[in-house]
């Protein structure tokens, strides 16, 4: 089992959340939006410059900045 931050997975590659680096608000807002351990995550679409990128989990579809998934550690 290897482990990585969220901002390396390739697109199309699911992961599983192992845990977030962060603390305070940004950790609840990310735990709200269903980003706790064992959750599945695949990254989807890179917006033309990159940043941010769009995962899918949980059934939804969120854009994540590359900053917030360097928080996001997850096993491949």
Known sequence: ???RTLNSLPLGQSAEVVGILSDGRERN???DLGLISGTE???LF???FGDPVAYGFRG???ALRNEDAGKIIVST
Request: net charge positive; proline share 7%; hydrophobic share 55%.
């Open 1 to 3: 089992m290897a482990y």
């Open 29 to 31: 807002r990310l735990r």
């Open 41 to 43: 995550i695949k990254p």
């Open 46 to 48: 890179k917006s033309m």
């Open 60 to 62: 939804i579809v969120v």
